[in-house]
């Protein structure tokens, strides 16, 4: 008997601490806010639109965006526990690792964006009750390093 409610009890506390690993679910239907954004020194999109499906330890995510870039509608899926995942972004093969930091999802990804090496670090968090989604995004290249920053409203 006192085993089984000490193996109970270990048993909850192993599912409470691999929940408390992950961080916030990104589920919902995100809409682009570019007044509170910042593209640096690129042109922002016209707009950005974002289904995210998050059932950790797996994050899916529509999007739909058009600007001065072109239109461009991208699905992608990716695993939080750390494992590369390949996904296309344009027509270049984009190999991302993701894990929770906290609250924070941190995203690193490496892509060839013709002929060149260009690195994407990310930091994903909510705020404002998980109304607000905000992307900090690193980019560098062989042109440069910059910054970005995007703000999505839940829809």
Known sequence: MKLTRILSTLAVSTLLSVA????????GDWKLNAA????????????????????EPVIKIQSE?????????MEQSYT????ECKNKMRNAEMVSKLKWEGEALNVDSKLDF??????????WSLSDEGKV?????KIAAPQ???ETTQVLEKQ
Do not use: C, W, Y
């Open 20 to 27: 408390a690993l992950a961080g916030p679910n990104l589920s």
């Open 36 to 55: 509170k954004s910042d593209f640096g020194p690129m042109p922002g999109p016209d707009k950005l639109l974002m289904k995210v499906d998050h059932k």
């Open 65 to 73: 965006q058009s600007g001065q870039q072109g239109d461009v509608k």
């Open 80 to 83: 939080t526990d750390g494992k």
């Open 114 to 123: 013709q002929g060149n090496e260009v690195s994407i670090k990310e930091t």
């Open 133 to 137: 989604l905000t992307i900090k995004r």
């Open 144 to 146: 440069g390093e910059f």
